[in-house]
């Protein structure tokens, strides 16, 4: 599934507000592997 550049930042700020800190980790971590697919 291809993602643009402002819906990863979308979906990142997202996680951001309703996940908690132990699983906002996860997800940065797994954000960041995204990020980098998409050329970030």
Do not use: C, D, E, F
């Not at 132990?22 to 997800?27: F, H, P, Q």
């Amino acid at each position: 599934m291809h993602i643009h550049k402002y819906q990863a930042k979308i979906l990142l700020s997202h996680n951001n507000i309703k996940t908690p800190k132990g699983v906002l980790i996860a997800n940065t971590n797994r954000s960041k592997q995204g990020l980098l697919k998409v050329g970030w």
